[in-house]
Structure formats: structure tokens, C-alpha cells
């Protein structure tokens, strides 16, 4: 289990600015137990408030995670439940500490399709978030890359025709997605064995480094993430360029 106690890094040194992590292998890790797949999710959700917290210690400004795509719907009716009472009880728990913490948290997706309650949480975070700087730890919930780009060329095309936007510029059209304003992820981290991104923040990780590990997200502890960020660290970013 990850021990938030066994912290190697030290906040700030060639630590990445924003994180992004999808959260793989939760049902993996309970059927090796066999545990129900909604129990890995219970262990996952602790696992992601562990790591957000030592995130936040070693200095990561951003972390976002992936934790319900546009195709999870597809799960069994049971599955989805869960999962979303963990959300719900976790943007709870974050509307009751975050004012103390000073973390921001921001629900990244079509919130459209969520209950009035999770609507109702996600705009109370966002207000109370607005009143402070720091960490920030964004949950997509409800998202799909290509849904996001969809959904800002719209409202952009809608902006346009109504003469209120200039001409596109990559510049202003992240300024259309569920990201708007966040800075795009340096390391993008796929626990769980698979190498793909899944639809994964398709416009925000053009130059993100990957690491992808076989770790099952909820056995992911600090000492993983330590080693992404040392893989990081010794990658030679470019952006298309020379040095
Ligand atoms: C992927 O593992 C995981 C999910 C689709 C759900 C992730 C959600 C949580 C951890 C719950 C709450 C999250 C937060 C941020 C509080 P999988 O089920 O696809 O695993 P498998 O590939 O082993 O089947």
C-alpha cells in the first residue's frame, strides 16, 4: 500500500509541474484477490488521495486524473454505481477539507450528464477553489479527449458567429476546453500495463513525456511515482526542436 511517509523527492527539484495519471487496474487487482471489481475501486480511490498528497509535498502543482471516460457507461449498471459514490464521497470530502487544505480541484468533463447532486458538489468546488492558489488536483469525470475538442469547437464556431471571438490560434482554442487555463501535463503516467492513451487529454499532452508501468493502480505508491519522475527527469524535451 503506498505510504505517503516515504517521500524521496524533494519539493521542487525537476519536479513536473502537472501530472496526469490514468487510473488502470483497479478490477485487475481485485479479481487477483477474489475481490468484487468495485472493491479495486475502493482501494484506488485511496490510492489517488494518498498520491494527491504527495503530489502536493513534493511540489507538483497539477495533478489530473482520469478517473470516468465517456465509455465507462458501458460498465455494468452496479460498476458505475460505485464508482460514482466514490466520486461523490470524494468531492464531499473535498468541499468539507479544501477550504483548510488550501486545494483547488476542479472536475474536468461533460458534467451535463452527472446527477444534480454530483452538478451541485462540482460547482461548490469550484467556487471555494476559486478563492485560492496552490496545488490543484483535477478529476475528469464524465470525459472523452475528442467529446472535449468537439465540445470548444462548438462553443467556439457559437462565439464566432456571434462576432465575440477572433481568429482561432492554438492559444485561444485551449482556452474552449474543459482544460481552459491550466498548463499543459509534462508527464503523462499510465499504471495498469497498457500503452495507450484511451482519449486521454488528446490536445493537452503534445509534448508530454510518457511512462507506462505494469503496476496495478491501486498497489501505485509514492515510491512509483518517484520513479516516473526520476524517468522524467532524464528525458531530453525538445518540443520539436534542437538543443
Ligand atoms: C480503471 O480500472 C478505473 C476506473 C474506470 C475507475 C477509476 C475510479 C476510481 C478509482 C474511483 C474514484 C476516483 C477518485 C479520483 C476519487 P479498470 O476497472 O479498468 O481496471 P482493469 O483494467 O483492471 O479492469
Request: with cysteine.
Given at each position: 500500500m503506498a505510504n505517503t511517509n516515504n517521500k524521496t523527492n524533494t519539493p521542487?527539484?525537476?519536479?513536473?509541474r502537472h501530472i496526469a495519471i490514468i487510473l488502470d487496474g483497479n478490477g485487475r487487482w481485485a479479481k487477483k484477490r477474489g475481490l468484487p471489481r468495485t472493491a479495486g475501486h475502493a482501494v484506488g480511490a485511496e490510492t489517488f488521495r494518498k498520491i494527491a498528497t504527495y503530489c502536493k509535498d513534493i511540489g507538483v502543482d497539477y495533478l489530473t486524473v482520469?478517473?470516468?471516460?465517456?465509455?465507462?457507461?458501458?460498465?455494468?449498471p452496479a460498476e458505475v454505481r460505485t464508482i460514482m459514490a466514490l466520486l461523490n464521497r470524494y468531492l464531499q470530502e473535498a468541499v468539507d477539507t479544501m477550504e483548510r487544505d488550501h486545494i483547488r480541484m476542479k472536475v474536468l468533463g461533460?458534467?451535463?450528464?452527472?446527477?444534480e447532486e454530483q452538478r451541485a458538489l462540482v460547482a461548490k468546488t469550484e467556487e471555494i477553489s476559486s478563492h485560492y492558489e496552490g496545488f490543484q488536483a483535477n478529476i475528469c469525470i464524465n470525459y472523452g479527449g475528442r467529446d472535449e475538442i468537439l465540445h470548444a469547437a462548438r462553443r467556439y464556431a457559437e462565439d464566432f458567429a456571434a462576432g465575440k471571438a477572433d481568429a482561432l490560434t492554438e492559444e485561444r482554442f485551449g482556452g474552449?476546453?474543459?482544460?481552459?487555463?491550466i498548463p499543459d501535463p509534462d508527464l503523462l503516467i499510465r499504471p495498469g500495463g497498457e500503452q495507450r492513451l484511451?482519449?486521454?487529454?488528446l490536445w493537452q499532452c503534445a509534448y508530454a513525456e510518457f511512462y507506462f508501468t505494469d503496476v496495478l493502480w491501486p498497489d501505485f505508491g509514492p515510491e512509483e511515482l518517484d520513479r516516473a519522475i526520476e524517468a522524467y527527469r532524464r528525458r531530453d524535451r525538445r518540443y520539436g526542436g534542437v538543443k
Amino acid at each position: 500500500m503506498a505510504n505517503t511517509n516515504n517521500k524521496t523527492n524533494t519539493p521542487g527539484e525537476g519536479i513536473p509541474r502537472h501530472i496526469a495519471i490514468i487510473l488502470d487496474g483497479n478490477g485487475r487487482w481485485a479479481k487477483k484477490r477474489g475481490l468484487p471489481r468495485t472493491a479495486g475501486h475502493a482501494v484506488g480511490a485511496e490510492t489517488f488521495r494518498k498520491i494527491a498528497t504527495y503530489c502536493k509535498d513534493i511540489g507538483v502543482d497539477y495533478l489530473t486524473v482520469y478517473a470516468f471516460s465517456t465509455e465507462n457507461w458501458k460498465r455494468p449498471p452496479a460498476e458505475v454505481r460505485t464508482i460514482m459514490a466514490l466520486l461523490n464521497r470524494y468531492l464531499q470530502e473535498a468541499v468539507d477539507t479544501m477550504e483548510r487544505d488550501h486545494i483547488r480541484m476542479k472536475v474536468l468533463g461533460d458534467i451535463s450528464a452527472l446527477s444534480e447532486e454530483q452538478r451541485a458538489l462540482v460547482a461548490k468546488t469550484e467556487e471555494i477553489s476559486s478563492h485560492y492558489e496552490g496545488f490543484q488536483a483535477n478529476i475528469c469525470i464524465n470525459y472523452g479527449g475528442r467529446d472535449e475538442i468537439l465540445h470548444a469547437a462548438r462553443r467556439y464556431a457559437e462565439d464566432f458567429a456571434a462576432g465575440k471571438a477572433d481568429a482561432l490560434t492554438e492559444e485561444r482554442f485551449g482556452g474552449y476546453l474543459y482544460s481552459a487555463g491550466i498548463p499543459d501535463p509534462d508527464l503523462l503516467i499510465r499504471p495498469g500495463g497498457e500503452q495507450r492513451l484511451s482519449n486521454f487529454l488528446l490536445w493537452q499532452c503534445a509534448y508530454a513525456e510518457f511512462y507506462f508501468t505494469d503496476v496495478l493502480w491501486p498497489d501505485f505508491g509514492p515510491e512509483e511515482l518517484d520513479r516516473a519522475i526520476e524517468a522524467y527527469r532524464r528525458r531530453d524535451r525538445r518540443y520539436g526542436g534542437v538543443k
